[in-house]
């Protein structure tokens, strides 16, 4: 459906306090649609935000400490690191310290190819910026839910990390 809109000056519109107050300054435009047949308020808005570009956060805001990357990139490394390293774990009785000694260069790699793919969108995406809010949710998928599995996981890593170090067992081999 194609919608056009004519502009008519204030000053034309019909008189009324705030009109002609705001036509006595010089300023203001009334936009009215030009069909005759009214567009209802949720259609508006989707297409009013078609063309919107989305407004875009510099990297030292992004990654200051009150900005979304750097528990957003930290969350995404230890989901990654906790479901590898608990999964090598039970197949090949290494524990995650062990690992982590062992493939320190995979997780610089890792954790390195993830902060890059989180600033992606910034480089691609026009109705989006990188912060995850920007976006929204995603069927069952939400930032907020991701924010949560990434604090879990961060925990969850930590602990496994202390136990193991300590001499327990996380699982039983």
């Keep these: 459906m194609s919608v056009s809109f004519r502009a008519t000056p204030l000053s034309a519109a019909p008189a009324g306090r705030r009109t002609t107050a705001v036509a006595r300054r010089g300023g203001g435009v009334r936009v009215m649609a030009a069909d005759k ?8 808005f989707k297409m009013s935000q078609v063309n919107k570009v989305a407004k875009r956060k510099g990297f030292a805001e992004s990654m200051a400490f009150g900005g979304w990357a750097p528990e957003v990139i930290n969350g995404r490394a230890a989901q990654l690191a906790f479901v590898a390293g608990v999964g090598a774990e039970l197949a090949t009785g290494e524990t995650l310290p062990a690992q982590f000694h062992d493939h320190i260069f995979a997780l610089v790699f890792a954790s390195t190819l993830i902060a890059l793919a989180s600033f992606m969108p910034d480089v691609q995406a026009r109705k989006y910026s990188a912060e995850p809010e920007s976006k929204g949710a995603f069927g069952t998928f939400s930032p907020g839910k991701e924010m949560l599995h990434g604090r879990l996981a961060m925990v969850g890593l930590a602990a496994t990390l202390l136990l193991e170090q300590s001499g327990t067992p996380f699982f039983f081999h």
């Design 37 to 44: 047949e009214a567009v209802p308020a949720a259609q508006a």
